[in-house]
């Protein structure tokens, strides 16, 4: 599977902005799906998943409330709607992927994905 987002941009602090990740060369049928986001000089950090064992979400607790993830079967595609953004959600967001059914807190961790989109900068400032 090959994961390709985009959406990224520069946006003023309230704002909003869609980020979307496209799969080609299978389905995200049955898989683990989310995003990651990382910082220069951090490490990557779990910002959403939809899990498919359950088709439940979860979210940091940084984004709750403000992000939501949804994805479209149909169009192969993943997405993070991001609202009322924040200055430290400046970040390159990654979409990930993964066809293992892992317990729920180890897909927090960023080594239980084997499929990784390129990366979309996000930008929050004034």
């Known amino acids: 599977v090959q994961l390709q987002a985009s959406g990224g941009g520069l946006v003023e602090p309230g704002g909003s902005l869609t980020l979307s990740c496209a799969a080609s060369g299978g389905t995200f049928n049955g898989y683990n799906v989310g995003w990651f986001r990382q910082t220069p000089g951090k490490e990557r950090e779990f910002v959403a998943v939809f899990r498919a064992s359950t088709r439940n979400k979860h979210y940091a607790t940084s984004v709750k409330g403000r992000f939501a993830i949804s994805k479209d079967n149909a169009k192969n595609t993943l997405y993070l709607q991001m609202t009322n953004l924040k200055p430290e959600d400046t970040a390159v967001y990654y979409c990930?992927?993964?066809?293992?059914?892992?317990?729920?807190?180890?897909?927090?961790?960023?080594?239980?994905?084997?499929?990784w989109g390129q990366g979309t900068q996000v930008t929050v400032s004034s």
């Open positions: 990930v992927a993964s066809p293992r059914s892992w317990i729920l807190s180890e897909l927090w961790n960023a080594e239980r994905y084997e499929y």
